[in-house]
């Protein structure tokens, strides 16, 4: 899937209150190995080292675009590397530190994929993840109904991109079920204020909405992105208007202390 790192960071003060969120969550620990699973451009993972000045962090991603940017950051505690959150979780390296900010719901299966997530971590180690709740938000919703209308249906191959985020309830009993302690799972709304539609549109754009995009072409991807825009307007009847554009963010460490 093609990331554009500048359309995505178009968004960068909206996209970065929920990774200061989750990194206030995590206790500085002496000598902390951590990996940030679907760094992005690593503007966020060089943060996580300039909080905890002795941690040394690897941040990873399958978009080579994305990485590209990553270059600047790199030092002798922060290293990047081209490689899927998919191979990252079956490997055998164990780490202080696993760090996720808005890169895990694009997995599928959380109830498979956590316990591997879960297994990287050292005894102690710290789990920090957050995701769009890409159910509960009105863009993603939004633009569920229209993939599914008949035209759309037919011009997709019927193909749908389910969101796989799960329930609070869900992700606490997985994350209990695999030893983790100090459990901390909130869902919070980060506000975005749009004075029209082409700002909510752009705002999608640099996520949810790539995977269609990807498969329409010419006249195809101008009528599909004019129908979508046309469901925000009448979704949201008036602008400015506000989206309550929820996350959720979680929390624990592992060893229950049985």
């Excluded at 922060?78 to 191979?87: G, N, P, V, Y």
Aim: glycine share 6%; with cysteine.
């Amino acid at each position: 899937m093609p990331w554009n790192p500048e359309i995505y960071n178009r968004y960068k003060d909206i996209r970065f209150k929920p990774f200061y969120d989750l990194l206030s969550l995590i206790e500085e620990v002496p000598d902390m190995k951590g990996i940030d699973l679907g760094c992005g451009t690593g503007e966020q993972t060089a943060t996580i080292t300039h909080r905890f000045k002795s941690a040394s962090i690897l941040g990873i991603d399958s978009s080579a675009e994305m990485l590209e940017k990553s270059k600047e950051y790199e030092n002798n505690r922060l290293k990047f590397e081209l490689q899927s959150i998919e191979d990252a979780v079956h490997s055998d390296t164990k780490w202080d530190l696993v760090f996720s900010n808005a890169a895990l719901q694009w997995l599928d299966n959380h109830q498979e994929l956590f316990p591997k997530v879960i297994h990287l971590l050292n005894p102690g180690g710290q789990l920090a993840i957050q995701m769009p709740v890409q159910t509960d938000n009105v863009l993603n919703q939004l633009l569920l109904e229209l993939v599914q209308e008949e035209r759309y249906a037919k011009l997709f191959n019927n193909f749908v991109r389910e969101s796989p985020v799960l329930s609070m309830d869900e992700y606490a009993q997985i994350l209990f079920e695999n030893d983790i302690g100090e459990i901390d799972i909130m869902q919070k709304v980060y506000p975005i204020i749009a004075e029209n539609a082409d700002q909510l549109l752009e705002f999608i754009s640099g996520s949810a909405l790539i995977p269609y995009l990807e498969l329409l072409e010419g006249e195809g991807k101008t009528n599909f992105v004019t129908a979508y825009k046309e469901k925000i307007e009448n979704h949201f009847h008036k602008f400015p208007a506000i989206y309550a554009f929820k996350r959720l963010l979680l929390y624990g460490r592992k060893g229950r202390g049985k």
